[in-house]
């Protein structure tokens, strides 16, 4: 019974009568004269090491980074307008060949010319490296020609009448080249030279504009002007296995363009004439084939240049159009004839059939074959109504739900019978079917209706439903049946139990449209206001805009076949990644207009993705959906300097100041520019990454110093994980913080501080060669004036030796005393050789007079003073008969002051002399005594006493006429007793241990202890003392000591 | 052979007609077809070289593709003339870029030299090809870019050259310049031109074909040439100065020139050479060859829409007092 119901569900076409044709149609966003492309010809496309890519045009060459081309001519130093083919090189150069011959080479933001010289006059049509880090290139008429990487050109080979259009390198040093006869095998020597070794005739005799490999594959195709697409295999020299491809297709006769192998090994084939293909190769047969051309969206076809970018964006350059790009090579849209037929409500599969509902009629697609569908319409019983649910039954019935007729069953005629339910109205609208086994489950505004053909159900909220508008109905891989409520959440049914799940958020119950089960069984929800939901664990967990959906907003879901859940929202679509929860979001960008619809979601058996729309059918191909998961390249565009372009491409050094700096950057994303964001920090300024979807950055008061600008760049869901773009920026220090400017200063300091010790040592040795000029002058001087000096010296030591033997003559005799006093001593010591003390005695009668005397100064004044003190004495004693000591004084002082006034202009001398004279009567031993400035020992009875003179000098600075008078000292002595006289010399002499003077006391302790000896002995013990007491001290004064014992 | 100003004035001045001028030959002409002879060929049936070419100009303002339709290119069929079983291969090549047209090979009447000059654009061979019998075989499309940018000429230049590679029968088409590659769609602005015209004359005796070399400033005189005219009828000249001047006309597998007076009057304008069949019809298919040079030797471009229009000659009326 189900076959022959298959079987006339198979005639359905024939009963339904008219089947409208349905266009399949791909979105392209066409890259034009909007976006900077001055010219709508391009005849060649490739991508550089960027990401962006190169159009060229017959008037320059474009640049496009994903939102704007950028043309460059040969104003720009371009060789020739008119580009012809494009070449990347692995060293990130982007090489042109131009329609007369001419290559630019583009490196580093700057054109250069190759040196072609007169070695290519015509188009060069291909380039491509040589492995050796130069080039070869076809030049049209002028045969393979070898560029070097500097650019300068050498003939290769060329044949007569032979045009060359394309190039690809073969193992062994082989060339194959596409010509205007077909192809040539060419040997490269090692030393580089090019020899033809045959022309392979037995592969095309057509021209060959295009040849690729497959990576990983020794199967090569060759893209010919008439014969469509060769493929081969070279098998050393020859070739084999020679097929042309799609033959049977009737792809045998494209005129090929271009050949561009995709990301999963497919061959993109652009064509004049045909537009493009895009097959899936099984060894040469063709897999799958999709066509792009004028009719189906590509709006043209002729299609000079195809490109597969590295984001998996399929590029078409559309002959006289520009250039375009396949929004999403996944996503292909099946558009209705006819505005009314547009709404796609509903969608359902079974196996390969898949089925859609319209306002008034089912559209089927058999074997997946969107091209020709069957329309079920009104003539088999389908109301002219919005289809807003489908299911199909195991036995191929199908079961239609509508607006506001309730819902409708195929019967064994194929024919829509009304399924009864309930007729009230909330009962006639059916939003969601559902089959189980021979139950059809009808989601209503009035509950859940399970029809079988035993009995029929209502399930309400009476039987545990969370509310009676059922949005979506949905049988899990365990056999149950879930209810998606309006208000309120899921309900759960399993035989006769319903389990309800109240889904709420701050007290607001959740609108449930949809339900899905993914391939690990989780269950999960799409919600009107509340993003997606699923079941983990009993939990219930979810994701909203916050986490990357489009909107909260969504009106369907299901899980492809590919892991992935996806949910509709208003003009576009979430895609959840099932393991990573990770979103990506579908928009225009992806061809979904923003207006767009999404009504219905559904995965067909080939895990592709079925979404209804007020458009139109759309098929998103998860399978297609390959792409790269490299990030952007980040690049540093534009720099802006205190409002200065400045290049961007090197180290740009700027004079001290303070500047304000912007930095432009782009991430070349050619598929999704607006999903590009981007990381920047400024090495020297920030500490830290900054993160921002704006391609610019701006910086104010930069000072001085070293600075980095690093910039990364993401896709929106990615990592910042690819190249880092660099631009060094030096703001100069001012001279004086620059480190040599400190170094010279440092050095300068150094030199100065070395000047200056060098000069003040110069300075120095000059001082020292004049000091030592002026100390040899001076000691010369000196040395001179010492023998002069000792010369005089000498003379006057002889004077002085001689004036002494005058002195000594002068003084009496210290033997002569001994006569007079036996005993008597004379301890006579001049400083000098002559002597300022004196002695003097003179006997008259039986008197003794003596006198010690000290006259002012020592040496030869004292001399001179002793003499005339002395020849005084004489005088006053001798000639006028004065015979008291203290009159004698008197005298003498009269005298002396006399005698210096006379003889000296100084009025005010204070030349004197101390004495001490006594008068010793022998006879009587009686002493009389005076003294001037001098003191007198006298031990009488053993006892020692001291006898202090008159407190005044002899001469000195007295007034005219003034007459000094001198005490008298007067001692009877006794046989035996000793009377000593003394000057200073011995008293004020220093020495004894602290170098201390001897004094009177000293003196006077001395001769108390040596009181007992003789008279010789005492003096000569006194001697002894005195050397002793003087030591290493020089002596002060004469010394003069006089003892007598009577 | 440069041309001068005038000339691009004309053409900017006749601007509105060229769309009319794509095709080649064009309507004014009321020529058949153009005829190229296999290589192997007798020049007595009318080709001298086996080989012509034919200029198109795109104005340097064209954005749409170009393409140029070839009318029965194949060398089988009811159109082209057999010697024998039909054995001839044609090329049909197009080349365009530096040198197309300024390289002087490319100027001159025989098929010598760097006579292909430029980027071969397209090319192909036909030969006795019924897929292709009056059938349009559109070359193209073609970046408008392509050609040789002449501002003399106005615009950017295409040079079309078919040759007879083997065979000895006549390949006989026509071209279409378009926009399209389906259909006759005339490229605004654009024209075409050649420097000898090799061409088939109609059997009808009544039919007059035209063709239009044009004058520019500098001429005071030129030579017209031609070649296997086989006696059949007359061959004149009109210009605004000229009411019909017959020229030397050549025999049978012969060139014949002579000299022609240009006046003033006839200065930048186009002269009108016509082909006047004999009356009695008795020469069948035809075909001759055409080339004007002026004092210095230089050949004068036959455009297939005569610059300035057909000429019209306005004879000098002396008005006398009635007495």
Same mark, same amino acid.
């Given at each position: ?486 208000n309120g959440g899921v309900s759960m049914v399993s035989g006769d139990e319903v389990k309800s799940f109240t889904l709420t958020e ?265 000091? #030592? ?169 053993? #006892? ?103 | ?25 064009a309507a004014v002409e009321n020529i058949p077809y153009l005829v190229t002879f296999g290589a192997n060929s007798r020049t007595s ?279």
């Open positions: 019974m189900r076959a022959v119901l298959l079987r006339l569900l198979m005639l359905l076409p024939v009963l339904a009568g008219t089947a409208p044709v349905k266009a399949q149609t791909y979105k392209l966003k066409p890259v034009g004269s909007a976006e900077g492309l001055t010219n709508s010809f391009v005849h060649a496309l490739a991508q550089d090491a960027t990401g962006r890519l190169w159009i060229g045009t017959g008037e320059g060459a474009g640049r496009f980074d994903g939102r704007r081309v950028t043309m460059f001519t040969t104003a720009d130093s371009l060789a020739e307008n008119f580009v012809s083919s494009i070449h990347p090189a692995k060293d990130g150069s982007v090489w042109f060949g131009h329609s007369e011959g001419g290559i630019s080479i583009y490196n580093d933001g700057v054109f250069r010319k190759a040196r072609t010289g007169d070695i290519t006059s015509s188009s060069i049509n291909a380039i491509i490296d040589d492995g050796s880090g130069g080039f070869w290139a076809a030049a049209q008429n002028n045969g393979i020609i070898h560029i070097s990487a500097d650019g300068t050109c050498r003939s290769g080979i060329t044949m007569e009448g032979v045009l060359w259009f394309s190039l690809l390198p073969l193992n062994d040093g082989l060339l194959l080249a596409g010509a205007s006869d077909g192809l040539h095998l060419l040997q490269v020597s090692a030393d580089g030279t090019l020899t033809f070794i045959g022309n392979l005739s037995n592969v095309s005799r057509s021209p060959v504009h295009a040849l690729v490999t497959r990576p990983g594959s020794k199967r090569i195709w060759a893209g010919t002007g008439d014969e469509g697409i060769i493929s081969f295999t070279m098998a050393g020299r020859s070739p084999t296995g020679i097929t042309q491809i799609g033959e049977k297709a009737g792809l045998g006769g494209l005129q090929v363009r271009d050949l561009a192998i995709g990301a999963y090994g497919q061959l993109i084939v652009g064509t004049f004439g045909h537009g493009a293909y895009e097959m899936d190769l099984e060894g040469d047969s063709i897999k799958s084939l999709l066509h792009y051309g004028l009719e189906n969206g590509l709006g043209s076809d002729n299609v000079g240049a195809v490109l597969l970018d590295s984001e998996n964006n399929l590029w078409f350059a559309r002959f006289g159009l520009g250039l375009a790009r396949l929004l999403d090579r996944a996503v292909v849209y099946y558009a209705a004839e006819g505005a009314a037929a547009e709404d796609v409500r509903a969608i359902t599969f079974q196996g390969n059939n898949v089925w859609f509902g319209i306002h008034g009629a089912i559209l089927h697609a058999r074997n997946n074959d969107m091209r020709q569908l069957d329309t079920l319409g009104r003539p088999i019983g389908v109301p002219s109504e919005d289809i807003t649910a489908l299911a199909v039954h195991d036995d191929g019935r199908l079961c239609a739900g509508t607006a506001t007729a309730g819902a409708f069953q195929q019967d064994a005629t194929g024919h829509f019978r009304a399924i009864p339910i309930g007729r009230d109205r909330m009962s006639l609208q059916v939003h969601a079917l559902a089959v189980h086994g021979d139950e059809t489950w009808i989601g209503t505004s009035n509950g859940v209706y399970v029809v079988s053909p035993k009995q029929t159900r209502h399930l309400t909220t009476e039987n545990g439903l969370l509310h009676n508008e059922v949005n979506a109905l949905f049988k899990d891989a365990q056999g149950r049946m879930w209810v998606a409520c309006n701050q007290g607001n119950a959740f609108h449930v449209s949809g339900i899905t089960q993914d391939s690990v069984g989780t269950i999960w929800f799409s919600t009107n206001g509340n993003g997606v939901r699923y079941l983990k664990d009993d939990m219930v967990m979810g994701l909203g805009a916050a986490q990357g959906l489009r909107s909260d907003y969504c009106y369907a879901i299901a899980a492809d076949g590919h892991g992935s859940i996806w949910t509709c929202h208003r003009g576009g679509a979430s895609r959840i990644d099932r393991a990573t929860l990770r979103v990506r979001t579908y928009d225009r960008q992806f061809g979904i207009e923003p207006d767009r619809r999404m009504n219905a979601v559904a995965t067909g058996t080939d895990g592709n993705v079925w979404f209804g729309s007020d458009k139109g059918l759309l098929r998103y191909a998860t399978g297609r959906d390959i792409r790269s998961s490299l990030p952007p390249t980040a690049m540093i565009t534009a720099v802006k300097v205190s409002g200065r372009d400045m290049p961007p491409t090197g180290p740009i050094v700027l004079p001290p100041d303070d500047y304000r700096i912007q930095f432009d950057f782009l991430g070349t994303s050619l598929g999704d520019p607006d999903g590009v964001h981007y990381r920047y920090k400024l090495e020297g300024h920030d500490l830290e990454w900054t993160e921002t979807a704006q391609s610019s950055a701006y910086y104010m008061r930069i000072a001085d110093g070293n600075y980095v600008m690093l910039v990364q760049a993401a896709m929106a869901d990615g990592d910042f994980t690819g190249n880092t773009a660099r631009l060094q920026l030096i703001v100069r220090a001012p001279i004086w913080k620059r480190p040599w400017f400190i170094t010279v200063c440092i050095i300068l300091w150094l030199f100065t501080v070395y000047i200056i010790i060098r000069l003040r040592e110069r300075g120095q040795r000059r001082m020292r060669e004049l000091l #030592k000029r002026k100390l040899d002058e001076r000691t010369h001087e000196l040395q001179r004036k010492k023998m002069e000096l000792e010369e005089k010296n000498k003379d006057i030591t002889d004077s002085i030796t001689y004036a002494r033997r005058i002195q000594q003559a002068i003084l009496p005799q210290a033997e002569e005393l001994g006569t007079q006093l036996p005993g008597a001593f004379v301890f006579y010591r001049p400083r000098d050789i002559v002597s300022g003390d004196f002695y003097w005695f003179r006997r008259f009668g039986n008197k003794l007079i003596l006198a010690c005397a000290d006259c002012t100064g020592h040496g030869v004044p004292g001399a001179f003073m002793s003499m005339i003190g002395s020849m005084l004495l004489r005088e006053v004693s001798v000639e006028k008969k004065v015979n008291s000591p203290d009159v004698l004084l008197t005298n003498l002082d009269k005298e002396l002051r006399t005698v210096l006034r006379y003889q000296g202009e100084d009025q005010h001398n204070h030349d004197g002399m101390d004495i001490s004279l006594c008068e010793i009567d022998l006879s009587t031993k009686h002493l009389r005594a005076s003294a001037a400035m001098h003191d007198l020992f006298i031990l009488s009875k053993g #006892k020692l006493r001291r006898e202090r003179g008159s407190r005044q000098s002899i001469g000195g600075a007295l007034g005219d006429g003034a007459i000094q008078a001198f005490s008298m000292i007067e001692a009877p002595l006794e046989a035996g007793d000793r009377v000593y006289l003394f000057s200073d010399g011995m008293p004020d002499q220093f020495g004894g241990p602290h170098s201390k003077k001897l004094k009177v006391s000293g003196l006077f302790t001395w001769i108390e202890e040596t009181a007992s000896l003789p008279m010789a002995e005492q003096s000569e013990q006194l001697r002894l003392r005195f050397n002793a007491w003087m030591g290493d001290q020089e002596q002060v004064d004469d010394v003069l000591l006089i003892g007598i014992e009577v | 052979m440069k041309l001068t100003h005038p000339l691009l004035l004309a053409l900017m001045v006749a601007s509105p007609l060229l769309s009319a001028a794509q095709p080649v030959p049936w009318g080709d001298d070289d086996f080989c012509q070419t034919f200029f198109f100009v795109v104005p340097k303002t064209t954005t749409v593709p170009v393409y140029i339709r070839v009318y029965d290119p194949d060398c089988y069929g009811a159109i082209d003339e057999a010697k024998g079983p039909f054995d001839t291969v044609t090329n049909f090549s197009i080349y365009g870029g530096k040198g197309c047209i300024s390289d002087p090979a490319a100027r001159e009447t025989e098929p010598v030299g760097n006579f292909r000059s430029g980027n071969l654009l397209a090319t192909r061979d036909f030969g006795a090809d019924a897929k292709y019998d009056k059938q349009w075989y559109a070359f193209g499309p073609f970046d408008p870019s392509s050609g040789e940018d002449m501002p003399e000429y106005g615009g950017r230049v295409f040079k079309m050259i078919a040759q007879g590679k083997s065979g000895d029968d006549g390949n006989l088409y026509r071209y279409f310049m378009s926009s399209k590659p389906d259909a006759n769609e005339a490229i605004e602005g654009g024209n075409a031109f050649t420097f000898e015209y090799s061409f088939r004359l109609h059997d009808d005796p009544a039919e007059v074909s035209h063709i239009y070399p044009y004058v520019d400033e500098r001429v005071i005189s030129v030579k017209q040439t031609n070649f296997d005219w086989d006696g059949d009828g007359s061959i004149r000249v009109v210009s605004v100065a000229k009411k019909g001047d017959q020229v030397l006309a050549s025999g049978d597998d012969q060139w014949a020139s002579s000299m022609l007076p240009i006046v003033k009057q006839e200065l930048n304008t186009s002269l009108d050479i016509r082909f006047i069949k004999r009356p009695d019809g008795a020469i069948k298919n035809n075909n001759v060859v055409f080339y004007v040079r002026n004092q210095y030797g230089a050949l004068l471009p036959f455009f297939t829409v005569p610059i300035g229009g057909v000429p019209q000659y306005k004879p000098t009326i002396a008005i006398s007092k009635l007495r």
